[in-house]
């Protein structure tokens, strides 16, 4: 049902990728960034946490540098047509109306692929329902968010690694 959103061009392959593998890793990684954040002090259980971190986002950067890719609006309109055909009755409102104002509000968050697949993801295995464009909006805006925050993190993780081991050797 992708021509809820827009209809298929002839001889189009889109490709969705899906990124629930890298649920773990970021809540790994997130653990790790809360922990770094309010530590007190350097301890040998931060270090071996950054350390399992660090490890956590070697396995998972590939997956995660694909996540983070600017989605072209065809990459949007697959994975909302999909989301969309989850839902077998989805109301009488002109769905084709309603998938396109979905698309370009969402592509006016200007998403990753991970961020658009994740919020899709997480809202049909929460929710009976059709999402309302907003609470799509908001999902896309708080996996954008996470994601954004776990680039950010392991861009630092060497770093803060290199600072809790130089804090431990010098105690």
Known sequence: MREIVEPPRRGENVSVPTFGELDSALRELAEAREAAAVAPAATPALLEQLDRAIA??????????????????????????????????PGSQDAAIFGGFMRDDVMSLEPSFGAVEMACRRWRRKSKFLPAIAEMMLEVKVAKSELGGAAEFVIRLPRLRAECAAALSSS
């Open 56 to 89: 956590v986002a070697a396995r998972s950067e590939d997956l995660l540098s694909q996540a983070m890719k600017p989605i072209p609006k065809a990459g949007v309109v697959a994975y909302l047509g999909l989301l969309l055909k989850a839902y077998p009755n």
